[in-house]
């Protein structure tokens, strides 16, 4: 039996990043982009308006106040999309709209609100500084600038950026295929007949789900029986994926074949069993260069597993750095016991109160209790040199729910 920290070595040792391949923009959403993302153009590519407005030469608004406004003459209306047909001298100006180029000899423009028309006439009621309301060529991004760099994950950001770049495809890393194979004599589909002491497979779904909600491409592949041919042949069937995950059959019960299909099937097992709970019977290897896990058949244990070994397993093959879900000191608010000698990892509900946390348990801790994990937003982590976390200690947890901080309200203003 080897500790997590032994056991996550031994895994994240085993990989390196997927090869990279091209994709268009909209489907890198979420993906992590495998090249340096250069400028090819200025953006914007001219000068032009934040305004709608008056484009004029600034000395022509030096001292203009609501009751000594200064006069200029209209000579020119340029939308957007248009270019300017005429040069703006003094005493001029053209009626601008938002984002149009601004006019050769203009150096300002003055919004519209701040004007009156009557006619060519036009009466400006403020100052404009040189610069006002324009939009620089390259004020946001310059010819030759690495805009995103290797190793980002593109979000709406990034893929509205690429599309201003004029990058329709781009370089992203390769999401893994992952089998998922299901064991037990015990087990059926979650559509079959359920009688005779059945118990449908929610481990095959629990598992898509977190294989689904890492990035990655999901391949179920049904039920294997505890047979070693029927295990031998899921194996077969999954051996085309880049990672290969089953659940169950990996402790120590008379019916526990994975460990051994994984071996006939030539897999090297680098360890079997880590000192944690819930999560113990974990098995790991390398089958010709495909990751093999055998996780857990208890739901809970299952899905920890994945959740602590296989989930940063995966973001690093997809290249991504941070692999590691976030993690928070929070104040226990019950008496926790547990096995000394076991890392243990404990679902839990967290709150924020100001700028401290509060955390406690979701209730029964059994690894057959899935209501567990529907409770849970966080992970309390234990060490396993003490058998009791007291009230008012401080505790890790390890935030597993994206949506942890966010608020029904927007909390910057006053909403009811």
């Known amino acids: 039996m080897i500790s997590v920290e032994e056991a996550l070595s031994h895994i994240l040792n085993s990989i390196s990043p997927l090869d990279p391949e091209k994709t268009d923009i909209l489907n890198a959403l979420g993906r992590v982009i495998g090249e340096d993302i250069y400028s090819g153009r200025n953006i914007p590519p001219k000068d032009n308006s934040a305004m709608d407005g008056y484009a004029l030469r600034s000395d022509d608004t030096k001292g203009a106040t609501s009751e000594a406004p200064a006069i200029v003459e209209s000579i020119e209306d340029i939308p957007a999309g248009y270019p300017s047909q005429k040069t703006i001298g003094r005493g001029q100006a053209a009626r601008i709209m938002t984002g149009a180029?601004?006019?050769?000899?203009?150096?300002?423009?003055?919004?519209?609100?701040?004007?009156?028309?009557?006619?060519?006439?036009?009466?400006?009621?403020?100052?404009?500084?040189?610069?006002?309301?324009?939009?620089?060529?390259?004020?946001?991004?310059?010819?030759?600038?690495?805009?995103?760099?290797?190793?980002?994950?593109?979000?709406?950001?990034?893929?509205?950026?690429?599309?201003?770049?004029?990058?329709?495809?781009?370089?992203?890393?390769?999401?893994?295929?992952v089998a998922i194979i299901a064991t037990g004599d015990e087990i059926v589909d979650v559509d079959e007949d359920t009688s005779g002491d059945k118990i449908i497979s929610s481990?095959?779904?629990?598992?898509?789900?977190?294989?689904?909600?890492?990035?990655?491409?999901?391949?179920?592949t049904g039920i294997a029986k505890d047979r070693e041919e029927s295990l031998i042949a899921a194996f077969r069937a999954a051996s085309r994926a880049d990672v290969i995950i089953s659940s169950g059959g990996v402790s120590v019960g008379d019916y526990d074949f994975v460990k051994d299909v994984m071996a006939q099937m030539g897999t090297n097992i680098e360890f079997w069993q880590v000192a944690q709970r819930p999560g113990k019977p974990l098995a790991f290897g390398t089958m010709q260069g495909k990751l093999v896990f055998g996780l857990p058949g208890n739901p809970v244990s299952s899905m920890i597993t994945f959740e602590e070994y296989v989930r940063p397993a995966l973001l690093k093959m997809m290249g991504r750095e941070e692999i590691f879900r976030r993690t928070v000191t929070a104040t226990l608010m019950e008496d926790v016991k547990k096995k000394r000698g076991l890392k243990h990892f404990i679902r839990a509900?967290?709150?924020?109160?100001?700028?401290?946390?509060?955390?406690?348990?979701?209730?029964?801790?059994?690894?057959?209790?899935?209501?567990?994990?529907?409770?849970?937003?966080?992970?309390?982590?234990?060490?396993?040199?003490?058998?009791?976390?007291?009230?008012?200690?401080?505790?890790?947890v390890q935030l597993i729910d994206d949506t942890f901080e966010m608020s029904s309200k927007p909390e910057y203003l006053a909403f009811q």
Not at 204 to 219: K, P, T, W
Not at 361 to 374: N, Y
């Open 101 to 177: 180029f601004v006019p050769e000899g203009a150096d300002t423009v003055v919004k519209v609100e701040d004007t009156d028309r009557e006619g060519n006439r036009v009466k400006i009621f403020v100052e404009s500084p040189r610069g006002d309301n324009i939009r620089y060529s390259g004020e946001d991004v310059k010819i030759g600038d690495l805009v995103i760099p290797k190793g980002k994950i593109a979000g709406p950001a990034e893929v509205g950026m690429l599309a201003s770049l004029g990058r329709s495809f781009i370089t992203v890393y390769q999401r893994p295929l």
């Open 203 to 220: 481990n095959s779904y629990s598992i898509n789900a977190q294989v689904r909600e890492c990035g990655a491409v999901a391949l179920q």
């Open 349 to 396: 509900r967290v709150k924020k109160l100001g700028t401290n946390f509060v955390v406690s348990t979701t209730g029964e801790q059994g690894s057959g209790i899935l209501k567990s994990m529907v409770l849970a937003n966080g992970i309390i982590v234990l060490p396993e040199d003490i058998s009791l976390a007291k009230k008012g200690d401080e505790v890790t």
